[in-house]
């Protein structure tokens, strides 16, 4: 495996700049496109984008990488960077300050290198697989909360996209969990689980650049993410549960019920 320190620091210079960028053009946006999906790419998520490939791209050409805007840039290497620009779009087109940065390496199947920056709050998480979790240079831990009826979740819920099964997603959890937020950003929901503002989070239908930071950063904090299922995650499947550890089993048997 290459140099993991050079490769960190390359990683934590892309996230700043890329970062710079996006409070750079805070609510000023120029351009708003619709996606075939029904969301939106603005004229900030490129230019991020751009910002983090060409960095990448300089000093590993020959790495592979998956990226939301211009999907994946296959080299067949060992090395696959899974990137998120801005996530959290429509909340930052929205001037909502819930969005940032994603970058996450994977070598042969595992993550091993995790960060997200949170511009707006000047919040830089770092994870390197087997290292702990880090906020702004300080250990993070996930929460000890022990009682599921006392919960707080986050979770993914996009309307717009399979209402009917969320809904009935949504109707699991009653009676189970205390509260529960959709922020509409997933590196805001999982950097919040990794220091221990959240307890859980649940998403049933995601890309692995979304999430592949964040779970890697709530692993070395502590806490456990797997399928619904129970299955071990990985970047490329479609739900996930990640957790302070300590009440996971007790989720997956709110979704496992006949």
Same mark, same amino acid.
């Given at each position: 495996?290459? *140099? %993991?320190? !050079? %490769?960190?620091?390359?990683?934590? &210079?892309?996230?700043?700049?890329?970062?710079?960028?996006?409070?750079?053009?805070?609510? &000023?946006?120029? +351009? %708003?496109?619709? !996606?075939?999906?029904?969301?939106?790419?603005?004229? /900030?998520?490129?230019?991020s984008e751009k910002c983090i490939i060409s960095a990448i791209r300089k000093t590993y050409p020959e790495h592979d990488i998956i990226s939301e805007e211009s999907g994946r840039?296959? &080299?067949?290497?060992?090395?696959?960077?899974?990137?998120?620009?801005?996530d959290g779009t429509h909340n930052y087109i929205n001037n909502l300050p819930l969005f940032g940065v994603s970058i996450a390496l994977e070598y042969r199947g595992k993550i091993?290198? *995790?960060?997200?920056?949170?511009?707006?709050?000047?919040?830089?998480? /770092?994870?390197? &697989?087997?290292?702990?979790a880090f906020l702004n240079g300080k250990c993070i831990k996930v929460s000890n909360k022990k009682d599921l009826k006392k919960s707080f979740i986050a979770v993914d819920l996009v309307l717009r996209h399979n209402p009917e099964k969320k809904i009935k997603f949504l109707k699991k959890l009653e009676g189970h969990v205390h509260d529960l937020r959709v922020l509409g950003s997933?590196?805001?929901?999982?950097?919040?689980?990794?220091?221990? +503002?959240?307890?859980?989070?649940?998403?049933?239908?995601?890309? +692995?650049?979304?999430?592949?930071?964040?779970?890697?950063?709530?692993?070395?904090?502590?806490? !456990?993410?797997?399928?619904?299922?129970?299955?071990?995650?990985?970047?490329?499947?479609?739900?996930?549960?990640? +957790?302070?550890?300590i009440l996971h089993n007790g989720i997956l048997k709110v979704f496992n019920k006949n």
């Open positions: 495996m290459e *140099g %993991i320190e !050079k %490769i960190r620091d390359l990683a934590l &210079k892309a996230a700043k700049q890329a970062g710079k960028i996006l409070l750079k053009h805070y609510g &000023k946006v120029k +351009s %708003i496109k619709a !996606k075939d999906n029904l969301s939106y790419v603005s004229n /900030v998520d490129l230019e840039l296959n &080299k067949k290497s060992d090395y696959i960077w899974h990137i998120d620009p801005l091993i290198l *995790g960060i997200i920056n949170l511009p707006y709050f000047n919040e830089l998480y /770092v994870a390197e &697989k087997g290292k702990g997933a590196v805001a929901a999982v950097a919040y689980v990794a220091r221990g +503002s959240a307890d859980l989070y649940l998403v049933q239908q995601t890309n +692995s650049w979304d999430i592949s930071a964040g779970f890697l950063l709530i692993e070395e904090a502590g806490g !456990k993410v797997t399928g619904f299922n129970g299955n071990n995650w990985n970047p490329y499947m479609d739900n996930f549960i990640a +957790s302070n550890k």
